[in-house]
């Protein structure tokens, strides 16, 4: 296998001819989101090459308008509608407390009277105090707890405020009745690039690539299991808040 295979597989496997930005987001499914801007943030280096006439920040000029969503996938970025019901509603990392559970219940409530929210105006009402972030500094309360409800698909992103999220709630479409099955298409989803070697003309390419295909799967099947919080029984159990409503105090 030739350095020249590699860079035909890659070439084939992940570039097309350019076209629109919406059916570059539906032939990608998901599109990686980085603000980072050296070079360039991921999604603006990601679609230039395939969407006719790209210009950086485009996606999000145009996000109320396509059909695509801010949400965590492998990591955070842009996922079509036909991903995201793969992967909603799921769990966290832990089960919520009870009294977790009761400020969930009560912020959702209050998302949903008032349609789309800035967290500072959630924060002006729950006063939810801070706590230590990732990197050990502080942060709102309030914004990490809308962090995490919207990982688990109780919000979503429906559009940017001098690049702060604004949130509404989100209710879901129907999605695949059996877990193992909607697993399985999300799965395939996001190994697509490895699974068809027919695109890979020379022999020796296709040996190697679809050895390194096989034991990606079954670590990302892991993966998938454990983020979708799928794993047995009603999806719903994952995230459902208990039942309590008002005004919570800080904590």
């Known amino acids: 296998m030739t350095l020249d295979d590699v860079r035909h597989a890659a070439v084939a496997r992940s570039l097309f001819?350019?076209?629109?930005?919406?059916?570059?987001?539906?032939?990608?499914?998901?599109?990686?989101?980085?603000?980072?801007?050296?070079?360039a943030r991921a999604q603006d280096l990601t679609l230039r090459?395939?969407?006719?006439?790209?210009r950086?920040?485009?996606l999000e000029r145009r996000y109320a308008r396509l059909d695509v969503h801010e949400d965590f996938f492998v990591n955070y970025g842009?996922?079509?509608?036909?991903?995201?019901?793969?992967?909603?509603p799921r769990g966290g990392p832990t089960p919520w407390t009870a009294a977790r559970g009761r400020y969930v219940r009560a912020l959702l409530d209050f998302v949903r009277?008032?349609?789309?929210?800035h967290p500072r105006q959630v924060d002006q009402h729950f006063s939810h105090g801070t706590v230590t972030n990732y990197w050990g500094g502080s942060s709102s309360a309030t914004t990490h707890l809308l962090d995490a409800m919207h990982y688990r698909g109780l919000?979503?992103?429906?559009?940017?405020?001098?690049?702060?999220r604004i949130y509404a709630a989100h209710e879901h479409e129907a999605g695949p009745a059996d877990a193992a099955t909607g697993r399985a298409h999300l799965m395939r989803s996001l190994t697509s690039p490895?699974?068809?070697?027919?695109?890979?003309r020379r022999r020796a390419c296709r040996a190697s690539c679809g050895g390194c295909a096989s034991p990606f799967r079954s670590g990302l099947a892991n993966w998938i299991v454990r983020s979708s919080g799928r794993s047995g029984g009603s999806p719903m159990r994952a995230w459902t808040a208990p039942t309590g409503t008002g005004r919570q105090a800080s904590h």
């Open 155 to 164: 919000l979503q992103v429906v559009g940017r405020q001098a690049g702060i």
């Open 194 to 200: 490895f699974g068809s070697m027919r695109r890979c």
């Open 56 to 58: 950086a920040g485009d």
């Open 78 to 88: 842009y996922v079509t509608s036909a991903v995201q019901v793969l992967m909603h």
């Open 49 to 54: 090459h395939r969407v006719r006439g790209y």
């Open 113 to 117: 009277t008032h349609g789309s929210v």
């Open 17 to 39: 001819p350019a076209t629109t930005l919406q059916r570059a987001l539906d032939v990608l499914g998901f599109v990686q989101a980085d603000p980072i801007r050296a070079p």
